[in-house]
Nanobody, 125 residues
Framework: QVQLVESGGGLVQAGGSLRLSCAASGRSFSSYTMGWFRQAPGKEREFVATIVWTGGRTYYADFVKGRFTISRDNAKNTVYLQMNSLGPEGTAGYYC??????????????????WGPGNQGTVSP
């Protein structure tokens, strides 16, 4: 069992940056693949980025376009999402997730077993 709590959201102007953190408690954190998803009002929750347990392989949504970086610190049981050059479309609730999705299904939110409560990020025009 793993418990996840996000932090670091807030309000930023377009073009600015946010750094999200996800603190995990429980056992075997380092063995999980950890991902970030986001959900804008009236839209489905969508994949943003994932990092596998080794920390060496990462996956990103196409819309990221090199602006975001996911990383993890297994010693601190924490995964991060650095988001740069944000636009108003980045306004969403950001959710941390953990699980064992396969390589082909890392972008599928249904493949993740554990979720944080979410943290709001707002980008003003």
């Amino acid at each position: 069992q793993v418990q996840l709590v996000e932090s670091g959201g807030g309000l930023v102007q377009a073009g600015g940056s946010l750094r999200l953190s996800c603190a995990a408690s429980g056992r075997s954190f380092s063995s999980y693949t950890m991902g970030w998803f986001r959900q804008a009002p009236g839209k489905e929750r969508e994949f943003v980025a994932t990092i596998v347990w080794t920390g060496g392989r990462t996956y990103y949504a196409d819309f990221v376009k090199g602006r975001f970086t996911i990383s993890r610190d297994n010693a601190k049981n924490t995964v991060y999402l650095q988001m740069n050059s944000l636009g108003p479309e980045g306004t969403a609730g950001y959710y941390c997730a953990g699980g064992y999705p396969g390589m082909i299904t890392v972008r599928d939110r249904n493949r993740y077993d554990y979720w944080g409560p979410g943290n709001q990020g707002t980008v003003s025009p």
